[in-house]
T-cell receptor, first 112, second 115 residues
Framework: KQEVTQIPAALSVPEGENLVLNCSFTDSAIYNLQWFRQDPGKGLTSLLLIQSSQREQTSGRLNASLDKSSGRSTLYIAASQPGDSATYLCAVIDYNTDKLIFGTGTRLQVFP | GAGVSQSPRYKVAKRGQDVALRCDPISGHVSLFWYQQALGQGPEFLTYFQNEAQLDKSGLPSDRFFAERPEGSVSTLKIQRTQQEDSAVYLC?????????????FGPGTRLTVL
């Protein structure tokens, strides 16, 4: 059974720092990996989608890498801003299903 | 519409009541998913539709939970005889077609509180 773990569970940093959020999964047979952002009381906003054949994806200050063989992904946030404060969730799609399997998230707070 | 919409956004039910949660996917999206998110946890899969066919309902926690998508667009998640443990945010997502390579787009969720 696929399990997804995110470390750290919570992170509080001053504005301007570069951040790394970690995601690991137990079964490397995945279709893709998706990073989401969730603001309090809101739904999920997709940030980056990495196909299983890809190594990384970039969008603005965000960069996500995928090492399928070791079961790891990292989300790199450059020059963090208070507006980045949210919970970040990673999720994988198993090779034989279409459903997303989520980690429990990293709650990020960026203070001015 | 421009995105996935869900209604109601908030629902308070007394224990034992039946509730119905609605999801309007992005127009033309073939696949539709329901997830349940407990407080402080990541979302967990409930069920999956491809058009009107319910292909996977392995995540439904009990036979009190029922989902349908009769015309392959709007979907309804029904919970009968609600219990306190049903309190959660129910998220709906859609993707353009079937196949695990496709990005899923989420609605804002319905926050269900069972008293």
């Amino acid at each position: 059974k696929q399990e997804v773990t995110q470390i750290p569970a919570a992170l509080s940093v001053p504005e301007g720092e570069n951040l790394v959020l970690n995601c690991s999964f137990t079964d490397s047979a995945i279709y893709n990996l998706q990073w989401f952002r969730q603001d309090p009381g809101k739904g999920l906003t997709s940030l980056l989608l990495i196909q299983s054949s890809q190594r990384e994806q970039t969008s603005g200050r965000l960069n996500a890498s995928l090492d399928k063989s070791s079961g790891r992904s990292t989300l790199y946030i450059a020059a963090s801003q208070p507006g980045d404060s949210a919970t970040y969730l990673c999720a994988v799609i198993d090779y034989n299903t279409d459903k997303l399997i989520f980690g429990t998230g990293t709650r990020l707070q960026v203070f001015p | 519409g421009a995105g996935v919409s869900q209604s109601p956004r908030y629902k308070v039910a007394k224990r034992g009541q039946d509730v119905a949660l609605r999801c309007d996917p992005i127009s033309g999206h073939v696949s539709l998913f329901w997830y349940q998110q407990a407080l402080g946890q990541g979302p967990e899969f409930l069920t999956y539709f491809q058009n009107e066919a319910q292909l996977d309902k392995s995540g439904l926690p009990s036979d009190r939970f029922f989902a349908e998508r009769p015309e392959g667009s709007v979907s309804t998640l029904k919970i009968q005889r609600t219990q306190q443990e049903d309190s959660a945010v129910y998220l709906c997502a859609s993707s353009v077609t079937s196949g695990g390579a496709n990005e899923q787009f989420f609605g804002p969720g319905t926050r269900l509180t069972v008293l």
